[in-house]
């Protein structure tokens, strides 16, 4: 059964860039798809992006076209989802899950990222 | 542009009685619907997958209904450990997951 481990808490500000980890044990990595979802405070789920590690294949939502980046190493079973120019509007909890045919299970802890000046 | 949104916004009921959430999606998405739990502090955890089908480990008070635009999610009998966010997730346009705001299920 694939766990996934998330990294710590990130404050940032605002026009950096956050780089958040997701750890996979159990499982094999490389053939499972993981997506990023955030969820800013009091708000719903947004989709963000998802990469195959087998093929280190990404593809992203367009809101955040040109400012995320997706990656897997498969060496260590990690994902790594980077957002770049951060805005205020950008604090939220950022979630990793494995894609399960279409549905996300399981789901990493989450990691708030908190941008302010 | 797909929006997907659940109703009520917070549902009070009380330990022992039924609770029922609602999905409503702008397009149709066949069954291709699934539903989470979200407590403080935890990673969300899958319910409902197909619209209708327990995820593993998921007590049978839980099921889902619904196809199209309409879905459902019926707790029948609350336990103190159901109350929580409820989300609605739909994957029929892939992979451009939309989700629904989520309903709280509070103690009343």
């Known amino acids: 059964q694939v766990q996934l481990v998330q990294s710590g808490t990130e404050v940032k500000k605002p026009g950096s860039s956050v780089k958040v980890s997701c750890k996979a044990s159990?499982?094999?990595?490389?053939?499972?798809?993981i997506s990023w979802v955030r969820q800013a405070p009091g708000q719903g789920f947004e989709w963000m992006g998802r990469i195959i590690p087998i093929f280190d294949k990404a593809n992203y939502a367009q809101k955040f076209q040109g400012r995320v980046t997706i990656t897997a190493d498969k060496s260590t079973n990690t994902s790594h989802m980077e957002l770049s120019s951060l805005r205020p509007e950008d604090t939220a909890v950022y979630f990793c899950?494995?894609?399960?045919?279409?549905?996300?299970?399981?789901w990493g802890q989450g990691t708030l990222v908190v941008v302010s000046s | 542009e797909m929006v997907m949104t659940q109703s009520p916004a917070t549902l009070s009921v009380s330990p022992g009685e039924r609770a029922t959430l609602s999905c409503r999606a702008s397009?149709?998405?066949?069954?291709?619907l699934a539903w989470y739990q979200q407590k403080p502090g935890q990673a969300p955890r899958l319910l409902i997958y197909?619209?209708?089908i327990r995820a593993t480990g998921i007590p049978a008070r839980f099921s889902g209904s619904g196809s199209g635009t309409e879905f459902t999610l019926t707790i029948s009998s609350l336990q103190s450990e159901d109350f929580a966010v409820y989300h609605c997730?739909?994957?029929?346009?892939?992979?451009?997951?939309?989700f629904g705001q989520g309903t709280k299920l509070e103690i009343k």
């Open positions: 197909g619209a209708s």
């Open positions: 997730h739909q994957y029929s346009i892939w992979p451009l997951y939309t």
């Open positions: 899950a494995k894609v399960s045919i279409n549905w996300l299970d399981p």
């Open positions: 397009q149709d998405i066949r069954s291709n």
């Open positions: 159990g499982g094999t990595f490389s053939s499972h798809t």
